[in-house]
C-alpha cells in the first residue's frame, strides 16, 4: 500500500480509527479512503473489510458499483469523452479514437503510462449544444474534431 509511517498511512489509520466497528460507515469509509490515496488500493480494501466486518466480497461490490471509485491509479488530468446520443450523431466516436492515439492507450489502458491522462467515456455531459464534447477536469471543450481534441490534450500537456 504505501510506506509505514507516511501521512497518507497516518490518514489512513485515523479513519479506520474513527469508524471502526461503526454500522453502515462502508461507503463514507471509501470514500475517505479513496482521497487518501487517490484510488482504492487492494491493501486498503482489504484493511477496510477487516476493520468495519464486512465481507471483502460485500466491499468489492460497492467499489465496482459505484462508478466514483476507482480501482487503479488515476492520473493528474481526468479526461472524460462524451458518448451521447448528440456526440455520437456528430462524431465522437472519431474523437475518442483521435485521444486513444494521442494518449498512446492500448485497449482496456485508462491512464498514459506517464501518470498524466486518464480517458474515460461517460454516457452524457450536458453539454449537447457543444456536440461532440469532452472535459478535462472540470473544463469543457466542445465542437471537436479529432484534430482538436488532440491539440486541447497538448494544451495540457505544456501547462
Do not use: N, W
Not at 469532452?134 to 495540457?156: C, F, N, S, W
Amino acid at each position: 500500500m504505501v510506506e509505514k509511517g507516511s501521512d497518507q498511512q497516518k490518514r489512513f489509520e485515523a479513519l479506520l480509527d474513527q469508524y471502526r466497528g461503526t454500522q453502515g460507515a462502508t461507503i463514507p469509509v471509501l470514500q475517505q479512503a479513496q482521497e487518501i490515496f487517490g484510488y482504492l488500493p487492494k491493501d486498503a480494501l482489504l484493511r477496510i473489510s477487516k476493520e468495519l466486518d464486512v465481507p471483502i466480497s460485500k466491499v468489492y461490490g460497492v467499489v465496482t458499483f459505484y462508478s466514483q471509485f476507482h480501482l487503479e491509479p488515476r492520473g493528474k488530468h481526468i479526461i472524460r469523452s462524451c458518448q451521447g446520443t448528440a456526440c455520437h450523431v456528430r462524431g465522437a466516436k472519431l474523437v475518442l479514437e483521435a485521444l486513444h492515439d494521442k494518449l498512446g492507450l492500448k485497449e482496456g489502458k485508462r491512464t498514459t503510462e506517464d501518470g498524466m491522462f486518464t480517458l474515460e467515456t461517460v454516457a452524457c455531459i450536458g453539454a449537447c449544444a457543444l456536440a461532440p464534447c469532452l472535459m478535462v477536469d472540470d473544463e469543457t471543450h466542445g465542437r471537436l474534431t479529432p484534430e482538436k481534441a488532440a491539440e486541447i490534450v497538448d494544451q495540457y500537456k505544456k501547462a
